[in-house]
């Protein structure tokens, strides 16, 4: 959010607050316990507090761990029991630390942010212990992806969107996450398909219950599974994902005006609330899948292979307007209603940066292009492609052109 409307007030005042929240999973509770980490192993359970309140029920019980989680009723709770010293699962648990470590990166960014040295290097410590443990006690790999593990030593091998959250925190190696998607995500008999991704796999029993968690599509899953994806650059992976998750969505938006709590992954038609405010994350993804921010690739624009032109107007960046555009052999980025960019092909750019003098970027091409960058009054500009001066080009009417091959580059044009 701070990315797209740069806000230092809004960043002072969440700022402590988040903290706060992130400190308390393995605070001590006040008996020597920490408040989600059980068994001590320095990875987080999901739990539910005795004597900490009047609840609808199951306070201090399995099932408030489970409603903790927000995947109340999903398999990977099915064999999992309660202690009720610790008031967790016996059960680490992926998804959650791989949460809990993307927000160690996160406050780590917004600590630098605010000139807090010593808070940014607590979290950043926070994040690389984290990703250390999650990587060494949760991959399994002879199934090639993590799972969830309980405190026996067994792997559970329950599997849900959940188990590629590593990649969203970009804990998994990219060794890894070459296994994760071609094994299991991209995998018909598992998460793929013409409706995705079930919250359980499709090759799990209880897959067949398509009841609440047992394999129906949630918006806020879905949506952290494109970033994860996303994050690791299987673009064309990512592509069809969001394509994928806009037309479920769209299916029963246009027939019913339906913004559902979830849906069916053996139709795609809507379940739970009708009205519900994260089931339009499904649709968001087929707006960011052409231009997003994050905090590791920067401003991040394109596709590889846009079957068909798709136009999305006024995205919001640092207090500028972009419209893109994309199709078959086509690349257009219009800044504040002046075109800045354009490529012969289809193009994904990562860290997209601009100053006064000097314009970057990550470029990926499944083929040979001819790329204009509109950022300079007057020439010459110097090209610089993967480290190597390749050539000066001459400002035409405020454009310089050139020539990439295909395949993954860091271009620097300097003025």
């Known amino acids: 959010m701070?990315?797209?409307?740069?806000?230092?007030?809004?960043?002072?005042?969440a700022y402590p607050r988040l903290k706060k929240w992130h400190e308390w999973w393995f605070k001590d509770r006040g008996d020597g316990q920490p408040w989600r980490d059980g068994n001590r192993d320095g990875l987080l359970e999901w739990g539910s507090d005795r004597r900490s309140g009047v609840s609808s029920g199951g306070r201090g019980f399995l099932m408030h761990a489970r409603w903790e989680s927000g995947m109340d009723d999903n398999p990977m709770w099915d064999d999992v029991h309660y202690d009720p010293h610790t008031y967790t699962m016996d059960l680490d648990d992926v998804g959650l630390n791989s949460l809990y470590a993307l927000d160690a990166e996160s406050l780590a960014a917004l600590a630098a942010q605010l000139g807090k040295e010593d808070d940014r290097q607590a979290f950043?410590?926070?994040?690389?212990?984290?990703?250390?443990?999650?990587r060494e006690k949760l991959w399994n790999e002879n199934d090639g992806i993590y799972e969830n593990r309980f405190w026996n030593g067994e792997f559970s091998k329950r599997l849900?969107?959940?188990?590629?959250?590593?990649?969203?925190?970009?804990?998994?190696?990219?060794?890894?996450?070459?296994?994760?998607?071609?094994?299991?995500?991209?995998?018909?008999?598992?998460?793929?398909?013409?409706?995705?991704?079930?919250?359980?796999?499709?090759?799990?029993?209880?897959?067949?219950?398509?009841?609440?968690?047992?394999?129906?599509i949630w918006g806020p899953t879905n949506y952290l599974l494109y970033h994860a994806i996303d994050r690791y650059g299987f673009d064309q992976a990512a592509l069809e994902f969001a394509q994928k998750s806009y037309a479920l969505f769209m299916n029963d938006w246009k027939i019913n005006q339906h913004d559902d709590e979830l849906y069916h992954a053996w139709g795609g038609s809507g379940g739970g609330d009708l009205h519900y405010t994260w089931g339009a994350l499904l649709c968001l993804l087929g707006v960011e899948v052409y231009m997003d921010a994050n905090p590791?690739?920067?401003?991040?624009?394109?596709?590889?292979?846009?079957?068909?032109?798709?136009?999305?107007?006024?995205?919001?960046?640092?207090?500028h307007t972009y419209d893109v555009a994309v199709g078959p052999g086509k690349t257009e980025v219009a800044r504040d209603g002046k075109v800045r960019?354009?490529?012969?092909?289809?193009?994904?750019v990562r860290s997209y940066e601009k100053s006064s003098s000097r314009v970057s970027m990550r470029l990926k091409s499944e083929r040979d292009l001819h790329l204009t960058i509109s950022e300079f009054d007057v020439g010459p500009v110097k090209v610089v492609i993967d480290g190597n001066n390749v050539r000066q080009v001459k400002v035409i009417e405020g454009s310089a052109s050139f020539g990439v091959s295909r395949g993954e580059h860091v271009v620097d044009l300097t003025h």
């Open 2 to 13: 701070l990315q797209r409307y740069p806000d230092d007030e809004m960043l002072k005042w």
């Open 124 to 134: 950043q410590s926070d994040y690389e212990k984290t990703k250390r443990l999650v």
């Open 160 to 216: 849900s969107p959940s188990s590629f959250y590593p990649m969203l925190a970009g804990i998994a190696t990219p060794q890894q996450a070459e296994r994760m998607v071609r094994e299991h995500l991209l995998n018909p008999k598992e998460f793929w398909g013409d409706y995705v991704a079930p919250t359980t796999a499709r090759n799990d029993p209880a897959f067949a219950d398509q009841y609440y968690w047992r394999g129906s």
């Open 296 to 319: 590791w690739d920067g401003l991040r624009f394109g596709t590889l292979n846009s079957s068909a032109e798709v136009r999305l107007y006024r995205a919001t960046w640092q207090n």
């Open 341 to 348: 960019l354009q490529a012969d092909a289809g193009i994904v």
